[in-house]
């Protein structure tokens, strides 16, 4: 039997403390012991990007980081983005369909707005590559990024 660890985590501004074996990955300890199911599984290995979460501010794949990594970092799901610019981006552009993909983007954009609040469509372009959606273009979601960026009150914060 795997021995488990215990694994204090800055999740969402809150300090959490969770019980891990060293093989869980932080997708699995996010959803399964915290209840904090926005991050989607996917592929499972770090291709689709549906399991993106900010670490640090910087969008990662949590299907590929171990749980037992996360002390010493801030880790930002969808859940702790209410209430934001890319949000309401996403509703106000469309940059939907199905959805299962969506909070994926929305961290992996947030990190982009934030990281590069300059960021010409080239930038754009390559940040998205990073996400797969299967039933929709990348149209709305380009177009829901430059809206955040062109927002006169934008502060650089990614809101």
Not at 55 to 72: H, N, Q, T, Y
């Amino acid at each position: 039997m795997t021995p488990k660890l215990s694994v204090e985590m800055d999740v969402n501004g809150e300090k959490r403390n969770v019980v891990a074996r060293s093989a869980d990955t932080l997708l699995y300890v996010l959803r399964e012991q915290l209840g904090l199911t926005g991050a989607k599984p996917g592929c499972l290995n770090g291709d689709c990007g549906a399991c993106t979460v900010l670490v640090d501010g910087w969008p990662l794949k949590s299907c590929i980081m171990l749980a037992v990594e996360a002390p010493g970092h801030r880790i930002t799901t969808v859940e702790g983005l209410k209430n934001t610019s890319i949000q309401q981006a996403f509703v106000e552009k469309n940059a939907f369909q199905c959805g299962y993909c969506t909070p994926g983007f929305i961290m992996n954009c947030f990190g982009l707005v934030t990281l590069h609040p300059d960021a010409d469509d080239a930038v754009i372009e390559e940040w998205l590559q990073s996400n797969i959606c299967r039933c929709t273009g990348y149209e709305e979601i380009k177009e829901a990024v430059k809206w955040v960026l062109s927002q006169a009150s934008y502060s650089g914060k990614g809101i």
